[in-house]
């Protein structure tokens, strides 16, 4: 079976350079193409080398909104730059008001311009939304919005917006963190997901599966005995970050539990799943 993974951020320095080790994990693991999204100018350029060194990886440019505060004036024109230099898409952008201290001052200035850069070069938008999914809706509405549609990453809304956004032309990618305990309402609203919207993300590193069910772990100076990756690894990734770091190729243990969410055969999901990846992210 062929992974897809709709949503990480590979590029992230809490992997301490081992990137080349990891893909190679995911490749052994049938992961085929990924979705690695930049978060601010500091980081695009690791994104796009990724890409041009890894033909798994698909780039994706964008200005986070817990990164505003740092934004140059010519923040957009470096942006089209980044997208003039590969094929990629828009992301990760959006709107939040959850993070403590962080101003929604300009977030949707700055949102509104980078969906515009995505419509106006047909190319997908990947979007981080916290507790502002009716403003999201509306603006999304009122806006030029990608052909090709946009991806919802780790889709947390309500069940009464999936059509509404669906038919603005949302998918919504789904991540192993809602295997966890008390993300019910989450599992249930995937369940009416329309069935040719839905993907699956790692969000990789962060966005950990619940560890009983986690196949590849990295933790502590190494990767632990069992993952199919090898290599050194920090010994205080973790440490620093507060949190353990998620392998990309659960991606396919995050497969596994969704199949078995939606009561459906992994082969029909995985290639289900596949067609509606190249829908969305075609030319990528």
């Known amino acids: 079976m062929n992974y897809y993974d709709a949503h990480n951020h590979l590029q992230d320095e809490r992997f301490g350079g081992r990137q080349s ?3 190679a994990a995911c490749v052994k ?4 193409r990924m979705v690695v999204n930049g978060s601010c100018p500091a980081d695009w350029p690791q994104v796009l080398a990724l890409a041009r060194e890894h033909p798994q990886v698909i780039p ?3 200005y986070h909104p817990w990164h505003l505060g740092d934004r140059a004036a010519d923040w957009e024109a470096n942006l089209a730059r980044f997208l003039d230099e590969i094929a990629s898409g828009v992301g990760e952008i959006g709107l939040d008001r959850w993070k403590p201290g962080l ?9 509104l311009a980078q969906l515009r850069l995505a419509a106006a070069r047909a190319i997908p938008a990947s979007i981080h939304c916290l507790r502002a999914w009716g403003r999201l809706e509306q603006l999304l509405a009122a806006n030029p919005r990608p052909a090709c549609g946009f991806l919802l990453h780790s889709y947390g809304g309500p069940l009464e917006m999936v059509k509404p956004l669906a038919r603005l032309g949302a998918y919504f990618s789904f991540p192993g963190y809602f295997a966890r305990p008390g993300k019910e309402r989450q599992r249930e609203v995937f369940r009416a997901v329309p069935p040719d919207r839905l993907l699956i993300e790692t969000d990789a590193p962060d966005q950990c599966l619940p560890s009983a069910l986690a196949q590849f ?3 502590g100076p190494c990767i632990e005995a069992g993952a ?6 920090p010994a205080d990734a973790a440490r620093t970050s507060g949190r353990p770091l998620n392998h990309p190729a659960n991606l396919v243990v995050v497969y596994d539990y969704v199949a078995g969410m939606l009561g459906e055969p992994i082969q029909s999901l995985a290639a289900r799943v596949e067609e509606n990846f190249h829908r969305l992210f075609r030319g990528l």
């Open 21 to 23: 080790n990891l893909i």
């Open 29 to 32: 693991a049938g992961v085929r």
């Open 60 to 62: 994706s440019f964008g």
């Open 103 to 111: 101003s929604y001052e300009s977030q949707e200035e700055v949102f």
């Open 217 to 219: 772990r990295l933790h």
């Open 228 to 233: 199919v990756c090898s290599g050194d690894f």
